[in-house]
């Protein structure tokens, strides 16, 4: 299932049809390929964390999203084996928890709602046992074909930093032993958030593409996955647009690369966690009059800014095609995610 599409996305639609049918080389295949996967497909991740009762699952999640989105501890347990669809301001997720104990029926039940993504097993620091718990993320990933397990060691504040490795180091060598795709373990702590940032980027690597871009813009402390992710629109969209300036297509120049473009820039500001409306639109379109316009040979007016609205018409003049989008592209890169604090 896809999301709705976002009106900066739905140009991009013709865009694909259009590719589909014209023989392109390989490389803009792939090209195409990826940033339909990144931006067209896009959905949010479903993740299952599996770990006991009260051993720091919500609060991971609150953690990565670095709100509090779940409630914890003594308030009110989540269900056991239920999908939570979390939405906070626009920073999607879907999150499911379980425990080594979960019911069969419920367990095959809520992954014939939605297999994962990835499966995260979480123990506790102080947890007596840690196998069952990867016993049963290692057969979700199993029954699911290649879906990934990142394990985590949780609450490491409650022993010392020696004592924090050591479980770490047992840890690994039990999830080998079981088997386990990898047997890396994330230590993370949630009062000093130490470990969170290394771990968000190391789950959103380990996503399918298509859940991305969603999962780093609804977690802030990835700033590397950002980046990368924003690179690598980027660079596709240019790729693409150089091939509209070589191959003739049916379409125009400017019916290509004003959705491309539209589409490039708003992901990466999506992905800054910010909303494609006139006041961001602005904001960025300032930002590229004062820092990049020289290398666009051309300064927007205030009534050229509104035609980037998506949908607005002409986004910029065919003139501009590889190099320019790539320009566009490093600048929207540097005004939303470089500037980040
Ligand atoms: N000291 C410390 N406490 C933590 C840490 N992570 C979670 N806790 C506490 O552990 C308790 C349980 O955390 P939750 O996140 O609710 O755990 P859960 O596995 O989701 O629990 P239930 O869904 O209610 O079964 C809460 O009181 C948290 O504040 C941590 O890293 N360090
Ligand atoms: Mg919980």
């Known amino acids: 299932m896809t999301e709705p599409r976002t009106s900066a996305v739905e140009g991009l639609e013709d865009l694909f049809a259009v590719l589909d049918r014209v023989p392109f080389v390989a490389g803009v295949k792939r090209d195409a390929g990826r940033l339909r996967r990144l931006l067209y497909e896009r959905r ?4 299952v964390v599996v770990g006991h009762g009260k051993s720091g699952r919500s609060t991971l999640l609150n953690l990565l999203m670095d709100r509090a989105v779940l409630p914890t501890g003594d308030d009110d347990a989540l269900c056991d084996g239920d999908w939570i669809g979390v939405d906070a301001y626009g920073s999607r997720v879907s999150w499911l928890e379980l425990s080594p104990g979960t019911d069969a029926a419920l367990l095959g039940r809520a992954i014939r709602e939605g297999g994962p993504d990835a499966v995260i097993a979480l123990i506790e620091v102080e947890a007596s046992d840690a196998r069952a718990t990867l016993r049963l993320a290692r057969d979700l990933a199993r029954d699911e074909g290649r879906v990934p397990v990142l394990v985590v060691l949780a609450q490491t504040d409650r022993v010392a930093p020696r004592r924090a490795r050591e ?9 080998t032993e079981l088997g386990l795709p990898s047997s890396r373990v994330f230590s993370v702590s949630a009062p000093t958030r130490s470990g969170v940032t290394v771990f968000a980027d190391a789950l959103i690597e380990a996503l399918p ?22 690179r690598e629109i980027v660079r596709a969209s240019g790729s693409l647009a150089v091939t ?17 473009q539209v589409a490039m820039v708003s992901s990466v500001a999506h992905l800054a966690g910010r909303a494609w409306d006139r006041e961001t639109i602005s904001e960025w379109a300032a930002s590229v009059g004062f820092v990049g316009g020289a290398g666009f040979g051309m300064r927007w007016g205030a009534q050229q800014l509104v035609k980037l609205v998506p949908g607005a018409g002409s986004f910029i003049s065919a003139g501009i095609a590889g190099a320019g989008t790539a320009a566009l592209g490093k600048s929207a890169i540097a005004w939303f995610l470089e500037r980040e604090v």
């Not at 949010?44 to 993740?47: G, I, W």
Request: proline fraction near 10%.
């Open 44 to 47: 949010p991740a479903r993740l």
């Open 244 to 260: 509209v300036a070589l191959v003739p297509l049916p379409l125009s120049d400017v019916a290509f690369l004003a959705p491309l």
């Open 209 to 230: 593409r298509c859940a991305q871009l969603e999962s780093a813009r609804a977690m802030p402390c990835a700033r590397a996955s950002r980046l990368r992710i924003a």
């Open 167 to 175: 479980l770490s180091r047992d840890l690994a060598e039990q999830a």
